[in-house]
């Protein structure tokens, strides 16, 4: 039980494009999830919370306009990284709370992204 | 002075040892403890998971956390090849959001 997945695993774009990753609980419903962004070799930075129904709470630091969230459904929860750049490459990871145990976050497999 | 300490290793050991990672931290805050597992290239994967102070076992697993001195460590028994990988531990307050705050990682290699 508590499977994350995210897709897509991997995507290489353009400069410019925008991109959009997907986060989903498989098998139980998440009225929250978390965005994190890692670089190699350094450990999970957090974005942004998402609660479902309500506007994302984002990350000191974090641009709200450069990457939008959405969390439309409780195992739905949507990352779109626009007008990306190279600076924007990284391995970008979402996490769902397990609803009853929200002191537990179990996280998606997470996504490669490189721009070029 | 970061609110998660956990050295970067690497942690190379020989098979069939034992390992022991720990992290330190200061805020007293924190109730929630947990120990994840990352392969190279992969999302984190929830070992262990503790609540306030106290030991828990789980296989060849052993979590400890010592409010006290402010200080968590995981134990491995046995350790395999397959244990390679980097451990995060994480933490969190007793709150609305349960914020996971994480140390820097630990790279352990475990040598055939």
């Known amino acids: 039980g508590a499977v994350v997945s995210q897709h897509p695993s991997r995507v290489i774009c353009k400069s410019g494009t925008s991109v959009k990753i997907e986060c989903r609980s498989l098998d139980f419903q998440a009225t929250t999830m978390f965005w994190y962004r890692q670089f190699p070799k350094q450990s999970l930075m957090l974005m942004a919370t998402s609660n479902e129904g309500s506007k994302a709470t984002y990350e000191q630091g974090v641009e709200k306009d450069k990457f939008l969230i959405n969390h439309a459904s409780l195992t739905l929860s949507t990352l779109t990284v626009t007008s990306a750049h190279p600076e924007d490459s990284s391995f970008y990871i979402c996490?769902?709370?397990?609803?009853?145990?929200?002191?537990?976050?179990?996280f998606g497999p997470g996504t490669r992204l490189l721009v070029l | 002075q970061k609110e998660v300490e956990q050295d970067p290793g690497p942690l190379s050991v020989p098979e069939g040892a034992i390992v022991s990672l720990n992290c330190t931290y200061s805020?007293?805050?924190?109730?929630?403890f947990m120990w994840y597992r990352q392969y190279s290239r992969k999302g984190p994967e929830l070992l262990m998971y503790?609540?306030?102070?106290g030991n828990k076992e789980d296989g060849r697993f052993t979590a400890q956390v010592d409010k006290s001195s402010k200080y968590i460590s995981l134990f491995i028994r046995d350790s395999q090849p397959s244990d390679s990988a980097t451990y995060l531990c994480a933490m969190s307050e007793m709150d609305s959001s349960y914020k996971l705050i994480f140390g820097s990682g630990t790279r352990l290699l475990v040598r055939p």
């Open positions: 996490s769902a709370q397990l609803a009853g145990a929200e002191e537990t976050q179990y």
């Open positions: 503790t609540y306030s102070s």
């Open positions: 805020n007293s805050a924190f109730q929630y």
